[in-house]
């Protein structure tokens, strides 16, 4: 079982930064890929990135290329989201999600734990 608390959020405006962090529970968190999320109103969930369990492998959507980076510190069962160069069209509640082993992928489907999300807001 793993808990996930994510934090950070806020209002920026366009062009700004902003850092999520995501707290984990539970011993195991260094064998999860961990995965962010967002979605926006009326919109399905999309991805944004994912990260090996070891850290070793990031994988990030076209859409955050060169703008956001995850990265991840098992020691401190944490998970981080640097987003630069924001655009109004982030604006999203983004969530962090976690996936047992080497399951995490793009797909909602694949991660089996999530959090309440935290909202960001980009205005032009």
């Known amino acids: 079982q793993v808990q996930l608390v994510e934090s950070g959020g806020g209002l920026v405006q366009a062009g700004g930064s902003l850092r999520l962090s995501c707290a984990a529970s539970?011993?195991?968190?260094?064998?999860?890929?961990m995965g962010w999320f967002r979605q926006a109103p009326g919109k399905e969930r999309e991805f944004v990135a994912r990260?090996?369990?070891?850290?070793?492998?990031?994988y990030n959507a076209d859409l955050v290329k060169g703008r956001f980076t995850i990265s991840r510190d098992n020691a401190e069962n944490t998970v981080s989201l640097q987003m630069n160069s924001l655009k109004p069209e982030d604006t999203a509640v983004y969530y962090c999600?976690?996936?047992?082993?080497?399951?995490?992928?793009?797909?909602?489907?694949?991660?089996?734990?999530w959090g309440q999300g935290t909202q960001v807001t980009v205005s032009s």
């Open positions: 990260i090996r369990w070891g850290g070793d492998s990031v």
């Open positions: 539970g011993r195991t968190f260094s064998s999860y890929d």
């Open positions: 999600a976690a996936a047992p082993g080497s399951r995490g992928s793009a797909y909602v489907a694949s991660y089996d734990y």
